[in-house]
């Protein structure tokens, strides 16, 4: 099995890593928190002490990190320490350019660079079946391909560097469009006094379903807004998004107004829940 590194110890990190172990590859961590290493290293991962020591000792280095300056401080250490036919794979959401300039980056030192975000959340993580859509050369891909089934069901290569950035920002647009029109329906049902577990079975069975909605509905019913995939990290991907757009000269009407409702939401202090709390901004409205 390959000797892999693992940088940034999330929501989706943790369950990652998990499953590579799982696996049965041998997996060098780092993270900013130590509790998260503490987690992975119980299960058998190895803690490295820092981004670069993760470099040094693994042949193939994955990140999952939160922000694209996280991509960038990460990615500059990791550049110090990369080595010929090393290669490092990004599954955070960032720009197309970004992943692009980091490619560029390592190709100077011999290394080979994936963009390959990710969706399905932790719950998808843990399970082995988020779908993972990447960017680069495709012998590469090939390479890390059985690396991707550990944690994966749904592995495609979607073309040259950056393309998996570019097929994960139209994810992520539907995703925030789905989210904000999921937490207005129900809002609109619950006016009405419909009965909401009927509303959202007979909707996920019609022209109305979403994967959103199948997954959002339960949390409207239990109340349950645990930050499983934060709005604030929304927040963020539609930004990216937008100022893709921008550059393209494309109007993203919806993306904007998605934009605004979002901000609102971490505004009230829901930054950290989870993309369902959208629904406490018609609660609030109403109150």
Known sequence: MAELGFVGL????????????????????????????????????????????????????????????????VYGELLSESRDGQLF?????????????????????????????????????????????????????????????????????????GSGEKVKLVNQLLVAIHALASAEAVAFSVAMGADLASTLDVVGRSWGASTILARNGPRYIDGDFAGAAPIRILLKDIGLILDEAAELGVELPLGRLVQQRLIEARDAGLGDEDIAALIKLWQAEKA
Not at 35 to 55: H, N, R, T, Y
Not at 118 to 134: F, I, K, Q, R
């Open 10 to 73: 999330g929501n989706m990190g943790r369950p990652m890593v998990s499953r590579l172990l799982d696996a049965g590859h041998v997996v060098h961590v780092h993270s900013r928190s130590p509790g998260p290493v503490d987690e992975v290293v119980a299960l058998g991962a190895a803690s490295a002490g820092s981004s670069a020591a993760v470099a040094r000792r693994a042949e193939i280095v994955l990140t999952a990190l939160p922000t694209p300056g996280d991509v960038d401080q």
């Open 89 to 161: 794979v990004e599954h955070s959401t960032i720009r197309p350019s970004q992943a692009q300039r980091w490619a560029a980056a390592l190709a100077e030192r011999g290394a080979g660079y994936l963009d390959a975000p990710v969706s399905g959340g932790p719950t998808g993580a843990a399970a082995g079946t988020l779908t993972v859509m990447v960017g680069g050369d495709k012998a590469a891909f090939e390479a890390a391909e059985p690396i991707f089934s550990a944690f994966g069901s749904v592995v495609t290569w979607c073309g040259a560097s």
